[in-house]
């Protein structure tokens, strides 16, 4: 049964990085990070196409966080920097379609994470 795994979450101050990382994630599919904050709606934030060539970011992320993969490894990777308090909730790794392109609609991905927590204090 294939899972998605994710780790690397924690408490850190604004200004810090923390490095997300997800396994699971197979071969050649497309994959995302979305987020969830307490009494707020899942949100997009971050997706690779399957050759880890094309990358989707939210705005509110742009410039700060880094998605990448390794097809090798089935592993894809969510590098964030300058975080801020806002960027306070859970975080999920998803798998989207096979040889996909990225997106930010979470209805295209059909796997999900159990979710890492993700705080930042001010």
């Known amino acids: 049964q294939v899972q998605l795994v994710e780790s690397g979450g924690g408490l850190v101050q604004a200004g810090g990085s923390l490095r997300l990382s997800c396994s699971g994630s197979g071969r050649n599919y497309a994959m995302g990070w979305f987020r969830q904050a307490p009494g707020k709606e899942r949100e997009f934030v971050a997706s690779?196409?399957?050759?880890?060539?094309?990358?989707k970011y939210a705005n509110s992320v742009k410039g700060r966080f880094t998605i990448s993969q390794d097809n090798v490894k089935g592993t894809v990777y969510l590098q964030m920097d300058s975080l801020k308090p806002e960027d306070t909730a859970v975080y999920y790794c998803a798998r989207g379609p096979r040889l996909g392109g990225p997106s930010e609609h979470a209805h295209e991905y059909d796997l999900w994470g159990q979710g890492t927590q993700v705080t930042i204090s001010s």
């Open positions: 690779i196409n399957w050759s880890a060539i094309s990358l």
